[in-house]
């Protein structure tokens, strides 16, 4: 008996402990079934050119379009038509402004003795047109069944957004706001340096 009552805390301690490193397994959380890792690969980069900008960039816009790009194929000697369709939700950001490469001799005259400088620049245009990757995504792409998938359709999607955005642009009147602000900004800073300033557009 006293033999027993000696080992008696030893049993509980063992027990205790066997009951204790069942329950942390028990409530361990389950590893999910499917695990899914993204690796990004640097490739090397690429310089293909280098071009000097000499433009003056004084208004952009914020544009965005739902363009529904649908290509028919016809299937069983004309028989059937299948459609591939692409539905892009599309935003994108046009930069108008003047093309200072552009402008001529004679293009900036200065009267010293009345302060005065007259700038003849040419017409404002839209100098780029991108798409915001971040607001641009695909809605919808449906290939019907005997229809054959194309890859290029979303780039085509893309490339008609840009192209549609920048003439929607200059249809909401961005020329004439990027010539108003080419005009404050020579005039400001011919006032800043002590001129009065005439701004012309040919």
Request: proline letters at 3%; zero cysteines.
């Amino acid at each position: 008996m006293r033999d027993l009552a000696a080992s008696l805390p030893l049993v509980l301690l063992t027990a205790l402990g066997t009951a204790a490193v069942t329950a942390t397994l028990t409530a361990r959380p389950t590893a999910p079934a499917t695990v899914v890792t993204t690796t990004v690969r640097p490739t090397p980069d690429v310089l293909r050119a280098v071009r000097a900008l000499s433009r003056l960039e004084t208004v952009s816009f914020h544009m965005e379009r739902v363009v529904d790009l649908r290509e028919t194929q016809s299937r069983a000697f004309g028989m059937v038509e299948a459609e591939d369709a692409i539905l892009l939700v599309a935003a994108a950001d046009v930069i108008a402004g003047v093309d200072l490469d552009a402008m001529r001799d004679g293009d900036v005259s200065v009267e010293a003795a009345r302060r005065r400088v007259t700038f003849t620049l040419p017409h404002a245009t839209v100098l780029s047109s991108h798409l915001d990757t971040s607001r641009t995504f695909v809605h919808t792409r449906n290939t019907d069944l005997l229809a054959r998938r194309q890859e290029q359709l979303e780039s085509r999607a893309r490339a008609e957004a840009e192209r549609s955005l920048g003439a929607a642009a200059v249809e909401a009147g961005i020329l004439a706001r990027a010539e108003e602000g080419a005009t404050r900004t020579l005039t400001g800073l011919a006032r800043a340096m002590g001129f009065d300033a005439e701004v012309r557009f040919r």
